[in-house]
């Protein structure tokens, strides 16, 4: 498995801006299609998106569509997830996932970073 670690959370008025990364070490970062996924206190995990090892397909669950990107440096072994006009209800412990395949739910995925907090203030 790969090993995954997470960074850029953090606390963010509405309306603002973050910029999240995943470091990727221990295997080819090019055998992983990567994901985002987020947990709300409460709430189950819930998909928010994914790219492909190439960066040639992204997908976006319908509530980021349009405020977020996902992006990827395979030089740098690194996901990104660029985050703007937050909303308070994107509060979350924000996770990076890998798998061989893209997908959007959680059981395709079997590596997961530690996960990075994003509150999001009205």
């Known amino acids: 498995q790969v090993q995954l670690v997470e960074s850029g959370g953090g606390l963010v008025q509405a309306g603002g801006s973050l910029r999240l990364s995943c470091a990727a070490s221990?295997?080819?970062?090019?055998?992983?299609?990567m994901a985002w996924f987020r947990q709300a206190p409460g709430k189950e995990r819930e998909f928010v998106a994914a790219?492909?090892?190439?960066?040639?397909?992204?997908t976006y669950a319908d509530v980021v569509k349009g405020r977020f990107t996902i992006s990827r440096d395979n030089a740098k072994n690194t996901v990104y997830l660029q985050m703007n006009s937050l909303k308070p209800e994107d509060t979350a412990v924000y996770y990076c996932?890998?798998?061989?395949?893209?997908?959007?739910?959680?059981?395709?995925?079997?590596?997961w970073g530690q996960g990075t907090q994003v509150t999001v203030s009205s």
């Open positions: 790219i492909t090892w190439s960066a040639f397909s992204k």
């Open positions: 996932a890998a798998a061989p395949y893209v997908g959007t739910k959680s059981a395709e995925y079997n590596s």
């Open positions: 221990g295997r080819p970062f090019t055998n992983y299609a």
